[in-house]
Protein backbone atom coordinates (compact mmCIF):
# COMPACT_ATOMS: atom_id res chain seq x y z
CA UNK A 1 0.00 0.00 0.00
CA UNK A 2 1.05 3.23 -1.39
CA UNK A 3 -0.09 6.91 -0.67
CA UNK A 4 0.94 9.68 -2.69
CA UNK A 5 1.89 13.10 -0.83
CA UNK A 6 1.63 16.44 -3.02
CA UNK A 7 3.98 19.21 -1.61
CA UNK A 8 1.59 22.26 -3.49
CA UNK A 9 4.12 24.88 -2.05
CA UNK A 10 6.56 27.10 -4.39
CA UNK A 11 8.89 26.44 -1.60
CA UNK A 12 10.14 22.77 -1.78
CA UNK A 13 11.89 22.55 1.75
CA UNK A 14 9.12 25.02 3.01
CA UNK A 15 6.38 24.22 5.94
CA UNK A 16 4.20 22.00 3.89
CA UNK A 17 7.06 20.01 3.44
CA UNK A 18 7.09 19.70 6.97
CA UNK A 19 3.81 19.08 7.74
CA UNK A 20 4.09 16.40 5.14
CA UNK A 21 6.65 15.13 6.23
CA UNK A 22 5.61 14.04 9.53
CA UNK A 23 2.14 12.18 7.68
CA UNK A 24 4.94 10.47 5.90
CA UNK A 25 6.56 9.30 9.26
CA UNK A 26 4.03 8.26 10.58
CA UNK A 27 2.64 6.55 7.66
CA UNK A 28 6.27 4.11 7.83
CA UNK A 29 5.76 3.66 11.31
CA UNK A 30 2.39 1.92 10.45
CA UNK A 31 3.67 -0.02 7.39
CA UNK A 32 2.71 2.23 4.62
CA UNK A 33 4.99 3.55 1.95
CA UNK A 34 4.77 6.85 0.43
CA UNK A 35 5.60 9.08 -2.91
CA UNK A 36 5.91 12.96 -2.55
CA UNK A 37 5.64 14.70 -5.40
CA UNK A 38 7.11 18.72 -5.42
CA UNK A 39 4.52 20.32 -7.61
CA UNK A 40 7.87 22.96 -8.02
CA UNK A 41 7.86 26.20 -9.56
CA UNK A 42 6.63 26.35 -13.10
CA UNK A 43 3.67 27.62 -14.11
CA UNK A 44 0.68 25.38 -13.66
CA UNK A 45 -2.77 26.02 -15.84
CA UNK A 46 -5.87 26.44 -14.72
CA UNK A 47 -8.93 24.21 -16.82
CA UNK A 48 -9.79 25.58 -19.79
CA UNK A 49 -13.19 22.74 -19.89
CA UNK A 50 -11.90 21.98 -23.46
CA UNK A 51 -13.77 18.31 -22.90
CA UNK A 52 -10.56 16.48 -24.72
CA UNK A 53 -9.46 14.61 -21.80
CA UNK A 54 -13.30 13.22 -22.09
CA UNK A 55 -13.74 12.91 -25.70
CA UNK A 56 -10.44 11.13 -25.29
CA UNK A 57 -11.20 8.84 -22.73
CA UNK A 58 -7.59 8.32 -21.89
CA UNK A 59 -7.36 9.83 -18.22
CA UNK A 60 -5.06 12.29 -19.46
CA UNK A 61 -5.03 16.12 -19.76
CA UNK A 62 -4.62 17.42 -23.23
CA UNK A 63 -2.23 19.80 -22.14
CA UNK A 64 1.43 17.82 -21.37
CA UNK A 65 3.39 20.91 -20.27
CA UNK A 66 3.17 21.24 -16.69
CA UNK A 67 3.13 18.24 -13.83
CA UNK A 68 -0.65 17.42 -14.08
CA UNK A 69 -0.56 14.39 -16.35
CA UNK A 70 3.05 12.57 -14.21
CA UNK A 71 0.08 13.23 -11.01
CA UNK A 72 -2.48 10.98 -12.69
CA UNK A 73 0.01 7.98 -13.86
CA UNK A 74 1.36 8.53 -10.44
CA UNK A 75 -1.54 8.02 -8.90
CA UNK A 76 -2.44 5.09 -10.61
CA UNK A 77 0.28 2.85 -8.47
CA UNK A 78 -0.89 4.56 -5.22
CA UNK A 79 -3.82 3.77 -2.88
CA UNK A 80 -4.51 7.09 -1.24
CA UNK A 81 -3.14 10.91 -1.62
CA UNK A 82 -2.72 13.91 0.50
CA UNK A 83 -2.11 16.87 -1.01
CA UNK A 84 -0.70 19.91 0.93
CA UNK A 85 -0.85 23.55 0.19
CA UNK A 86 0.37 26.85 2.30
CA UNK A 87 -2.51 29.39 2.75
CA UNK A 88 -2.61 32.66 0.84
CA UNK A 89 -5.29 35.20 0.81
CA UNK A 90 -7.19 32.75 2.49
CA UNK A 91 -7.22 30.22 0.07
CA UNK A 92 -4.90 27.06 -1.44
CA UNK A 93 -1.42 28.34 -3.36
CA UNK A 94 -2.73 28.73 -7.06
CA UNK A 95 -1.01 25.76 -8.72
CA UNK A 96 -2.06 23.52 -5.90
CA UNK A 97 -5.48 24.02 -6.85
CA UNK A 98 -5.15 24.02 -10.41
CA UNK A 99 -3.44 21.30 -10.32
CA UNK A 100 -6.21 19.12 -8.07
CA UNK A 101 -9.32 20.40 -10.40
CA UNK A 102 -7.57 19.03 -13.69
CA UNK A 103 -6.18 16.09 -12.18
CA UNK A 104 -9.40 14.76 -10.51
CA UNK A 105 -11.33 16.00 -13.97
CA UNK A 106 -8.72 13.80 -16.26
CA UNK A 107 -7.79 11.38 -14.27
CA UNK A 108 -10.92 10.55 -11.92
CA UNK A 109 -10.47 6.85 -13.02
CA UNK A 110 -7.17 6.97 -11.54
CA UNK A 111 -8.78 8.50 -8.39
CA UNK A 112 -11.81 7.89 -7.59
CA UNK A 113 -12.63 4.84 -4.39
CA UNK A 114 -9.23 5.91 -3.11
CA UNK A 115 -8.93 7.82 0.64
CA UNK A 116 -7.96 11.04 0.46
CA UNK A 117 -6.70 13.88 2.39
CA UNK A 118 -5.85 17.98 2.58
CA UNK A 119 -3.24 19.72 4.54
CA UNK A 120 -2.89 23.53 4.68
CA UNK A 121 -0.21 25.53 6.62
CA UNK A 122 -0.57 28.91 7.43
CA UNK A 123 1.04 31.87 9.11
CA UNK A 124 -2.14 32.73 11.00
CA UNK A 125 -5.62 32.83 9.06
CA UNK A 126 -7.47 31.49 6.34
CA UNK A 127 -6.54 28.12 7.16
CA UNK A 128 -10.32 26.58 7.70
CA UNK A 129 -11.34 28.07 3.83
CA UNK A 130 -8.20 26.98 2.24
CA UNK A 131 -8.96 23.47 3.82
CA UNK A 132 -12.03 23.03 3.21
CA UNK A 133 -11.44 24.18 -0.65
CA UNK A 134 -9.19 21.27 -1.22
CA UNK A 135 -11.44 18.50 0.82
CA UNK A 136 -14.80 19.25 -1.40
CA UNK A 137 -13.43 18.01 -4.81
CA UNK A 138 -12.65 14.84 -3.04
CA UNK A 139 -15.91 14.55 -1.97
CA UNK A 140 -17.16 14.72 -5.58
CA UNK A 141 -14.87 12.15 -6.69
CA UNK A 142 -16.53 9.46 -4.30
CA UNK A 143 -12.89 9.80 -2.37
CA UNK A 144 -13.33 8.83 1.06
CA UNK A 145 -12.27 11.25 3.49
CA UNK A 146 -9.76 10.60 5.80
CA UNK A 147 -10.10 13.04 8.98
CA UNK A 148 -7.74 13.63 12.19
CA UNK A 149 -8.19 15.18 15.65
CA UNK A 150 -8.82 18.90 14.04
CA UNK A 151 -8.66 20.28 10.87
CA UNK A 152 -5.81 19.14 9.18
CA UNK A 153 -4.21 22.57 9.88
CA UNK A 154 -0.47 23.43 10.87
CA UNK A 155 0.57 26.65 11.89
CA UNK A 156 4.22 28.52 10.76
CA UNK A 157 5.81 31.42 8.67
CA UNK A 158 9.79 31.14 8.56
CA UNK A 159 10.53 28.24 7.10
CA UNK A 160 10.20 24.58 9.22
CA UNK A 161 8.59 26.85 11.73
CA UNK A 162 5.72 24.54 11.58
CA UNK A 163 7.79 21.89 13.44
CA UNK A 164 6.84 23.81 16.63
CA UNK A 165 3.41 23.48 16.18
CA UNK A 166 2.82 20.41 18.69
CA UNK A 167 -0.99 20.05 17.86
CA UNK A 168 -0.47 20.62 14.50
CA UNK A 169 2.21 17.95 14.18
CA UNK A 170 0.08 15.67 15.93
CA UNK A 171 -3.00 16.28 13.84
CA UNK A 172 -0.55 15.25 11.04
CA UNK A 173 0.29 12.09 12.99
CA UNK A 174 -3.52 11.26 13.52
CA UNK A 175 -4.53 11.96 9.90
CA UNK A 176 -1.82 9.53 9.48
CA UNK A 177 -2.70 6.73 11.71
CA UNK A 178 -6.25 6.95 10.47
CA UNK A 179 -5.37 6.87 6.44
CA UNK A 180 -3.39 3.60 7.63
CA UNK A 181 -5.93 1.84 9.34
CA UNK A 182 -8.69 2.96 6.66
CA UNK A 183 -6.38 1.63 4.01
CA UNK A 184 -5.60 -1.79 5.67
CA UNK A 185 -9.23 -2.26 6.31
CA UNK A 186 -10.06 -1.73 2.63
CA UNK A 187 -7.43 -4.43 1.76
CA UNK A 188 -8.39 -7.03 4.25
CA UNK A 189 -5.65 -6.64 6.73
CA UNK A 190 -6.80 -8.04 10.02
CA UNK A 191 -6.55 -4.83 12.86
CA UNK A 192 -8.18 -3.45 15.41
CA UNK A 193 -11.49 -2.17 15.27
CA UNK A 194 -9.89 1.13 15.77
CA UNK A 195 -6.83 3.26 15.03
CA UNK A 196 -4.54 3.59 17.70
CA UNK A 197 -3.71 7.24 18.47
CA UNK A 198 -1.85 9.57 20.97
CA UNK A 199 -3.07 11.12 23.91
CA UNK A 200 -4.48 14.71 23.00
CA UNK A 201 -1.81 17.68 23.34
CA UNK A 202 -3.75 20.70 22.84
CA UNK A 203 -1.54 24.14 21.95
CA UNK A 204 -2.34 27.88 22.61
CA UNK A 205 -0.92 30.37 20.24
CA UNK A 206 -1.00 32.50 23.29
CA UNK A 207 1.80 32.97 24.80
CA UNK A 208 3.13 35.49 27.88
CA UNK A 209 6.91 35.59 26.97
Same mark, same amino acid.
Given at each position: ?31 ? %? ?11 ? @????? @? ?13 ? %? ?30 ? !? ?8 ? /????? /? ?10 ? @? ?27 ? !?? /???? /????? %??? @? ?41
Amino acid at each position: MKVLLINGSPRKEGNTSVALAEVALQLAAQGI %DSDTIWIGRKAVR @GCIAC @GKCKENADSRCVFND %DITNTVIERMAECDAIVIGAPVYWGQPAAQAL !ALQQRMLYAG /GANFI /GKPAAAVCVCRR @GGATAAFQTLQMPFQMCNMPIVTSQYWNI !AY /GREE /GETAR %DIE @GMQTMRTLACNMAWMLKKIHGVEIGDKPEREPWTPMNFIRTN
